[in-house]
Each structure stands twice: as structure tokens, then as C-alpha cells.
């Protein structure tokens, strides 16, 4: 959603490259830019002003004018505007003292409130609540039944006591639904409510209504993030006519341009607490503003990359590959298979992709890149007899032709997955030996310590012990030179297609806390 004003303010900060010392005109021309494209953005204008002021009051500053790289200095001053703009601070669900816990969602129609009670019934029933729905969307057709299909996939209870499709009282439904979550001893209550126009007074009124009768701790508003300054008027209008505690932004996954996102928590005062970033029910984020505005300058989102990470992994299947390269066991397809259909859990790998620092330099190679690849890796190593898989030297030429008949695919799509695969076996072995992966340190007890490093080093400078290249015109580029994909890196395994310079390029742009954070630092 923020691909067009990452790539207006990229473009500014790339012009700021280079300059030893800030003039007052470069900083009016900078702030100038930041203001168009924001306003490009659909960002509310009131909050464009704010915004710009203080950045072009804090860029004329000592903090700039002292500064070692005072292009380094403009981007943290944007990052830490951006995210004073999108809340300052990470606002969770307040839980009640004494259960059940009560969440009242409201919104226009259409906005995604159904959907969005799934997805935060799924999101608690992972993390430890047993929720119950309430299904008080008396009006709209079908809103009921689709509320029930939302929650057996969600794996939840719902309380669905009238038909809906203008049959029963909303009130009625929601306040008998609390009383049976306390009876059955559910923790938390989500009441998914009628959507409404601001303007329909009738449906405001029950609103508040059912408000008054559940006495809800957390009144949500769902926000469609694709309706630009609509929204930000929307959720004005119903936390003037009936109080929201805060906000729930929906399709932020959309090719809107979000100003939304920007706008709506300095207009109404009220925090985002969730965004919803896809169509699945586990597409559901916290939202956490610093995070946000990392992703806006394309520095990335590392910490939800590992959360996700951690979600998907098995911690058994992890223990028991870094068990196999302690003990020098060589990194086999059949754990190739095993460590993509893990990523693949991990949803989209575009998206993945994305959260690191820099992945905009190479935008183009991310949005071809093709999800559904996996898919057919995943049918050519299932083709392959268990010895096959252990041992890929056995591939010769006839094997490899019955394996692509088996998959359905070209013999070549098969030579490119070995080569593949070797590359990802030279990664395995080069972690093995101690020296890590590129920008990580070695692991626990295989080595990689300063001496190793240090070593590596020189061996590297001198031409000593480096890998040669096969290949002449690689090797003519110089005495030690590395191969491709043989350090590991984005070069190797899957990802083959990817430049990590670009990547390489972009982190040294960085300012020193960003990239002190994303080293371990």
C-alpha cells in the first residue's frame, strides 16, 4: 500500500547522497519533497503541514549541522516523525481484571467487520484465550451464517441465538451473549455489530445502545484502509456519536495509496491496534508504529520477520537440522524440501521478502518473482526415490528425465534445482566450518570466532585458501575471488535470482542506530 510514497521518498533521500553539509535550500528542497509526496499519498493536508514543519525545524538544527552524515540524519528524523504520526508507542488489547473480556467492532458496511472477527478470534485462540463470537449483525443478508463459517474456521465458539436478515434484537443478542461466555467460562467476547452509514442516525442509535448493554472494554473501529480521507472522517463521526477505543486498519494489503494509515491516528487521537494485511485469518498484524514507519523507508520490518518466523517453525525440526550440521551430516534435498515447506508456512514470499532492509532497490525481481515456484520444487523432490533425495549425486541423466516426467516439468526445471540445492549445500557446510552467515556470527560451537574470522580475512586478501571460480570469466576479476552463492546469502538456495549488493548498498545508507539494530548490535 505504501509502494508509491516509499519510492517518492527513497528518490529524496538518494539526491541527499553524497553531501558533506546540508544548506538551507537543501533542506527546503528535501522538506518539499517529503510534503508532495505525502500529499500524493492522500495524507490528510493538516497533518502534512505538522509533519513537514517538523522535520525542516529539526533538519536546520544542531542535531544536523553536528551530524558526521547529515543525509543519515534526515532519514532517522523522518523515521522518528513517521512514527509519531502513527502512534509513538505499540497500544495492545486492554484485558478485563475480571473475565470475560469484551470487544465491541464497528465500521461502515462493507469495511470487513466479519472477517476481522475471525482473524482477531484466531489471533487470541493462539495466544492462550479461549474467545467466543456473538453474531449481532441482524441486517445484512447472510451476515450470520457467514460469521458462523468464519469461526469454525477459526476453530471458535459462536453465539448465534436469531436468524439474522432483519429477524431479532441486536441488543438482545449481544447482551445474552456475554451472559452465556461468562456461563461457559470463554475469556474474551468479540460482538461483531451492524455495519452502518455515519449518517444513518437510526443505526448510531443502536449502536450505543448495544454499547450501553455489554458495557464493552475495547470498542474497535474497522477502517478500509483503500478509501483514502473518507476514513479518517469516518472515524471521526463514530467517536463523536458513540466513543471508539481504537482502530482496526483493513486491506492495508491493498494498491490504495494509505494516507489513511497516516492521517487517522493524529486526527482522532485514537491508536491503531491492528492491521489487517491479507485475506487469510492468520492475516492479522499487531501494529506496531516504529515498524510501520521502517517499512515506509524501505529499512524494513526484521522484528515481524522473525515473529513470523517463530510462529511457523517447528522447534523440534529447528534443534534437530542445527544437531545435523553440528555433527557434519551434509544438508540433503529431502531437508531442502523440509526447510521450504516451513517458509511456505510462513504465507507469502514476496511479502517476506519485503520486510528486509533495502528490498525496494530490487522491487522489479520481487513482484515477478512467482509463489507458486514452491510448489513445483516441492513436486520435482517428491518424485525422487528416498536414496535420490540423500545422496543428489545419483542424479544422472535418465534419472533426472523419469524425475521430470513424475513432476510434470521440463528436464531443465530439474538441472536448476540441483544447482540450486548445491548452492544451498554450500551455505550448510560454510556454517558448518564457522563462518556463518554474511552480516551473522558463526554458531554456537562450529567455530567462527575472531581468529577464524581474522583468518578468513587474510586468506581472502592474499588469494589464499579463497574458492576459485570454474568459471574464467569470474576468475580473471581477480586473486580470491568468491564464488556466487558459495558464502551463502540471498545468491544461494531458492533465491537465487536476487542481487545482494543492491541489498549491501542500501544497509550502508542507513544511519548507525538502524544498523546497529538489524547487527545485533
Known amino acids: 500500500m505504501f509502494t508509491s510514497l516509499s519510492d517518492r521518498l527513497a528518490a529524496t533521500f538518494k539526491n541527499l547522497r553524497g553531501k558533506g553539509r546540508l544548506s538551507e535550500a537543501d533542506v527546503d528542497a528535501t522538506v518539499r519533497d517529503i510534503r508532495t509526496a505525502l500529499l500524493e499519498a492522500d495524507v490528510a493536508l493538516a497533518v502534512v503541514r505538522d509533519f513537514t514543519a517538523r522535520v525542516r525545524e529539526r533538519a536546520l538544527g544542531a542535531e544536523v549541522s553536528k551530524a558526521l552524515n547529515p543525509a543519515q540524519q534526515i532519514v532517522k528524523i523522518v523515521h522518528e516523525e513517521l512514527v509519531g504520526i502513527l502512534g509513538g508507542q505499540t497500544r495492545r488489547l486492554r484485558l478485563a481484571k475480571n473475565p470475560p473480556t469484551v470487544i465491541l467492532l464497528a465500521g461502515l458496511q462493507g469495511a470487513g467487520k466479519t472477517t476481522l472477527a475471525g482473524k482477531l478470534a484466531l489471533h487470541l485462540r493462539e495466544a492462550g484465550h479461549q474467545p467466543l463470537l456473538v453474531a449481532a449483525d441482524l441486517q445484512r443478508p447472510n451476515a450470520v451464517d457467514q460469521l458462523s463459517v468464519v469461526a469454525e474456521r477459526a476453530g471458535v465458539a459462536v453465539h448465534a441465538p436469531e436468524p439474522g436478515n432483519g429477524v431479532g434484537d441486536p441488543v438482545a443478542v449481544a447482551r445474552s451473549g456475554v451472559e452465556f461466555a461468562r456461563a461457559k467460562l470463554y475469556d474474551v467476547v468479540i460482538v461483531d455489530t451492524a455495519g452502518r452509514l455515519a449518517i444513518d442516525t437510526e443505526l448510531m442509535d443502536q449502536l450505543r445502545s448495544v454499547r450501553d448493554a ?23 463521526a463514530f467517536d463523536e456519536a458513540v466513543g471508539i477505543d481504537g482502530i482496526v486498519l483493513a486491506k492495508l494489503d491493498g494498491d490504495a495509496r494509505g494516507g489513511a494509515a497516516l492521517s487517522v491516528v493524529t486526527v482522532t487521537g485514537k491508536p491503531v491496534l491492528f492491521a489487517s494485511v491479507g485475506e487469510k485469518l492468520t492475516d492479522l498484524e499487531t501494529f506496531h508504529p516504529d515498524r510501520m514507519a521502517s517499512r515506509i523507508l524501505d529499512m524494513g520490518d526484521v522484528l515481524t520477520l522473525i515473529e513470523t518466523a517463530e510462529k511457523a517453525f517447528d522447534s523440534e525440526q529447528a534443534a534437530r537440522m542445527a544437531g545435523k550440521i553440528a555433527k557434519g551430516d551434509d544438508f540433503t534435498l529431502e531437508d531442502f524440501l523440509e526447510q521450504m515447506m516451513s517458509l511456505k508456512k510462513m504465507g507469502s514470499l514476496t511479502k517476506l521478502l519485503g520486510m528486509l532492509p533495502g528490498m525496494g532497490e530490487i522491487k522489479g525481481q520481487l513482484e515477478s518473482f512467482d509463489d507458486s515456484e514452491l510448489d513445483r520444487v516441492a513436486a520435482i ?45 554450500k551455505m550448510m557446510r560454510q556454517m558448518r566450518a564457522g563462518g556463518g552467515m554474511p552480516g551473522m556470527p558463526g554458531m554456537p560451537g562450529m567455530g567462527g570466532g575472531k581468529r577464524t574470522k581474522a583468518k578468513q580475512k587474510a586468506q581472502v586478501k592474499s588469494g589464499k585458501g579463497a574458492k576459485r571460480s570454474g568459471n574464467p570469466a569470474k576468475r580473471a576479476s581477480g586473486p580470491g575471488e568468491v564464488e556466487p552463492g558459495a ?14 549488493a543492491a541489498l549491501q548498498a542500501t544497509l550502508s545508507e542507513l544511519p548507525p542506530e538502524f544498523k546497529g539494530l538489524l547487527e545485533g548490535r
Open 214 to 236: 455489554v458495557t464493552p472494554d475495547e470498542v474497535l473501529l474497522v477502517v478500509d484502509a483503500m478509501i483514502g480521507q473518507d476514513a479518517v472522517a469516518t472515524a471521526a
Open 381 to 425: 523432490i517428491r518424485s525422487m526415490t528416498p536414496a535420490e533425495r540423500a545422496d543428489h549425486g545419483l542424479l544422472n541423466g535418465s534419472r533426472r528425465s523419469r524425475i521430470a516426467r513424475g513432476a510434470g516439468v521440463e528436464v531443465s526445471a530439474v538441472n536448476q534445482l540441483v544447482e540450486r540445492f548445491i548452492e544451498a549445500q
Open 487 to 500: 558464502a551463502g546469502g540471498l545468491g544461494g538456495g531458492l533465491l537465487g535470482g536476487l542481487d545482494p
